[in-house]
């Protein structure tokens, strides 16, 4: 079992920058395949970023490709969300996710294949 801690929220400009943390507690961290998702007001879960247990692969939703980055400390038990150009539109509260992972490759990007979740952190963009 694993225990995640996300962090790194806030309020921010349109065009700025934040960086969310997840830190995971428990089992060995790099026999888990990460994702992060997030939820605005009213909407769905929506799938954001997701990585391999080596860290060697990534995936990401269309709204955010290209200016969201996510990546892994495996040392450190740490997955990280750098978001970068942010829009109003990015306004959510995130959730890191973990999956026992069956290989070192596969990323997964819908929620129900995740058995971890964390608690969420309130990101809000001004426009």
């Known amino acids: 079992q694993v225990q995640l801690v996300d962090s790194g929220g806030g309020l921010v400009q349109a065009g700025g920058s934040l960086r969310l943390s997840c830190a995971a507690s428990?089992?060995?961290?790099?026999?888990?395949?990460m994702g992060w998702f997030r939820q605005a007001p009213g909407k769905e879960r929506e799938f954001v970023a997701a990585?391999?247990?080596?860290?060697?692969?990534?995936y990401y939703g269309d709204s955010v490709k290209g200016r969201f980055t996510v990546s892994r400390d495996n040392a450190k038990k740490t997955v990280y969300l750098q978001m970068n150009s942010l829009k109003f539109e990015d306004t959510a509260v995130y959730y890191c996710?973990?999956?026992?992972?069956?290989?070192?490759?596969?990323?997964?990007?819908?929620?129900?294949?995740?058995?971890?979740w964390g608690q969420g952190t309130q990101v809000t963009v001004s426009s």
């Open positions: 996710a973990a999956k026992v992972a069956v290989n070192s490759y596969n990323v997964y990007y819908t929620e129900g294949e995740y058995h971890y």
């Open positions: 428990g089992h060995t961290f790099s026999n888990y395949a």
């Open positions: 990585i391999s247990w080596t860290g060697g692969r990534t």
